[in-house]
């Protein structure tokens, strides 16, 4: 680096050494010999550091990796990860080291544009970024531009508001503070609450735009809710940043012990906490503040270690910032001689800075160039490929002649054999599940048999269990009861008093057998258990889910066993035809005694039926008569699409308790 003082050259080291031994002496003196001059403000501490730029032990290891990683996504990663380090430290030459390479890797990359653009954004923030530490707005602003047409492309929706959040901070830069503002409120509205350490950097730099247009109530809105916002995400460097843009508003203010303290605290904090980029632009805030309150000589110290640092880092725009307030320092000091020399120096930096932007310039006319060259390359080679693709594609086409030809031939022979094969096959498979499905049928058919069979026969013995109880108990337990009752109207010895009790006992025993020809079960198991055993072995099936709501249930096992036989033969050929018949996936069964009555209301959610026009089968027959055996009352309500609905009621005489 060129340090235009001595018109000698001088390592970064050297500088750093001649320029603190230079001010210190130089102040020392200046104290002692008039020490009126300019006084600090009351209990005001200034200390100034330079900070070597070495390679840091923390980048040792991304430099380890990147000499082993593969070209492709492994050296990008580790691109992104040195430029983002380097831009906390405003190392631009690294910056810009790293982005370089990460732009021209990409170039060769040979992968999808959708991939190319997605780490392009990336390259593009970063070449901005490092354009920007060293002044050339100008070029910032065109890569970030670039930047966020890349991030379009490939959908990037980070990378598309950090780029948008740096072009507004380069056009603040060129005092454009309406079109920045402009830019972040829209990129806020958009990407806001998506991205949250961004938006705290674009709250500040919305700050920053009203600080430039003096409207200080909103700067300090905007720097308050970004500050709030980077403690509630622990960003210590970026609370730091903020508070050093307080104490700018502060100095706006007229605030100026305040600005000052601010200044020193901010500075101090940020050297112990490795933020140096912060404590260099603290450090140059410092020296400005200093001379526009006349402190010239503090001004001078505070604005020299600030370019010392600026140029071991070759950070061109705090270079000029430092000479250009230097310079003026030394004017109002009346020290023509070195202000000259400070002034000889800040012409070198813009030189500098304007050959930057030249080289940028003629470097991107260079790409150009050589691109036009690359492509007119390719087009010769690809005319000379056309004309060997032709002879070939020719040689091609008499062979392929000759194969299409065959194949033409082949193709139909193969199909019909295909085709045949294919039929054999599929008759073959289909002989076999046909008679899978006879002997399933069969199967399936003897089953019915033998279970129509063995219901027809239990049906049978119910049946005539039944007739006989009901003729014992009716006819003959009737004709006893008619004798016994004549016979006690009779005036009669008391030597028929054993044939009345002959009579008693005969009829009690007729009474017995008659209850005895009941179905075993209805006798040792309650009434309402048989019907939900029964239910609940329909509903095992998975064909149908039934519901069984008995009420009360101790009158409902208390109605007679002969009924229970009735109400369960009903309940059974009801639910047969549900099955058979109304494809239905739910039924409720109600079963209720109140007032000397049974009542039973079974209902399913199947097709339905049209009473009018429906036969009755045998099943309903016998419902029906049933119901009529038992002096009952039946209804059937059912339409089509609604499901069906069967009431029954029949009288019921309590047992004396």
Not at 85 to 100: E, G, M
Not at 582 to 598: F, M, R, S
Not at 604 to 630: C, L, W, Y
């Amino acid at each position: 680096m060129k340090l235009k003082v001595t018109h000698k050259i001088y390592s970064n080291g050297i500088i750093k050494l001649l320029f603190a031994a230079l001010f210190l002496s130089w102040f020392l003196c200046f104290s002692q010999n008039d020490a009126d001059t300019t006084i600090l403000p009351q209990n005001q501490k200034i200390t100034f550091s330079t900070i070597p730029n070495y390679r840091q032990k923390s980048l040792q290891p991304y430099y380890d990796a990147l000499k082993q990683a593969e070209f492709g996504a492994q050296r990008f990663s580790i691109f992104e990860q040195l430029a983002e380090l380097h831009s906390k430290t405003s190392n631009t030459d690294s910056i810009l080291h790293y982005a370089t390479l990460y732009e021209k890797e990409i170039g060769n990359w040979d992968r999808p544009e959708n991939d190319k653009n997605r780490n392009y954004t990336k390259a593009h923030y970063y070449m901005g970024v490092g354009s920007y530490f060293n002044g050339i707005f100008d070029k910032a602003i065109e890569w970030h531009i670039k930047g966020i047409q890349a991030a379009e492309a490939a959908g990037s929706k980070e990378y598309e508001y950090r780029n948008k959040i740096a072009l507004a901070k380069a056009n603040l830069n060129k005092k454009n503070a309406d079109k920045a503002i402009t830019i972040i409120e829209e990129a806020l509205e958009e990407f806001s609450l998506e991205f949250k350490p961004i938006t705290n950097e674009a709250l500040v730099i919305l700050g920053d735009a009203y600080l430039q247009k003096k409207n200080y109530d909103q700067t300090e809105t905007y720097y308050n809710e970004a500050r709030q916002m980077a403690q509630t995400l622990q960003n210590l460097e970026t609370e730091l940043s903020i508070r050093l843009k307080q104490g700018q508003l502060a100095e706006g203010l007229e605030d100026i012990d305040k600005a000052m303290a601010d200044y020193e605290i901010i500075r101090n904090q940020a050297l112990k906490e490795g933020f140096t980029a912060i404590y260099f632009e603290g450090t140059l805030l410092l020296g400005k503040l200093y001379f526009k309150e006349g402190y010239y000589e503090q001004a001078n110290i505070a604005l020299s270690f600030a370019y010392i640092n600026a140029i071991d880092r070759g950070n061109l725009e705090f270079q000029k910032d430092a000479l250009s307030v230097q310079s003026r320092c030394y004017a109002k000091m009346k020290d023509y001689e070195n202000g000259y020399a400070v002034i000889t120096q800040l012409f070198g930096v813009v030189q500098e800075i304007n050959s930057k932007q030249q080289q940028a310039i003629i470097k991107e006319l260079e790409v150009q160039y050589e691109t036009l060259e690359k492509e007119k390359e390719i087009t010769t080679l690809e005319e000379g490929k056309h004309v060997r693709e032709a002879e070939l594609k020719r040689q091609k086409t008499i062979k392929n002649a000759f194969l299409i030809g065959f194949f033409i031939i082949l193709i139909p022979i193969m199909a019909l054999l295909y085709t045949y094969y294919q039929k054999i096959q599929a008759q073959s498979e289909l002989s076999q599940k046909q008679k899978e499905i006879n002997a399933q049928r069969l199967a399936a058919l003897e089953q019915e048999q033998e279970l129509n069979l063995i219901k027809a026969a239990i049906e049978g013995q119910d049946e005539e269990r039944k007739r006989i109880a009901q003729e014992l108990h009716d006819s003959i337990g009737g004709n006893l009861a008619g004798i016994k009752l004549q016979l006690a109207s009779v005036e009669q010895p008391k030597e028929l008093d054993s044939i009345g009790q002959q009579l008693d006992e005969t009829y009690q025993l007729v009474r017995d057998i008659s209850h005895t020809l009941v179905p075993k079960k209805f006798k040792e198991n309650a009434f309402t258990e048989l019907i939900s055993e029964y239910a609940n072995s329909i509903s095992k099936t998975g064909k149908l889910a039934i519901s069984f709501h008995p009420y009360p249930e101790k009158l409902v096992n208390s109605i007679d066993a002969h009924l229970q036989v009735e109400f369960f033969k009903i309940i059974q050929e009801l639910m047969t035809n549900t099955l058979k018949h109304a494809e239905a996936k739910n039924v409720e069964l109600h079963l209720t005694v109140l007032d000397e009555e049974i009542s039973m209301l079974f209902e399913d959610n199947g097709k339905g039926f049209d009473t009018e026009k429906a036969v009755k089968g045998i099943g309903t027959r016998n419902v029906s008569n049933r119901v009529e055996e038992m002096k009952g009352r039946l209804n059937v309500d059912s339409k089509i699409g609604r499901g069906t609905v069967v009431a029954i009621e029949v009288p019921f005489k309590k047992a004396n308790t």
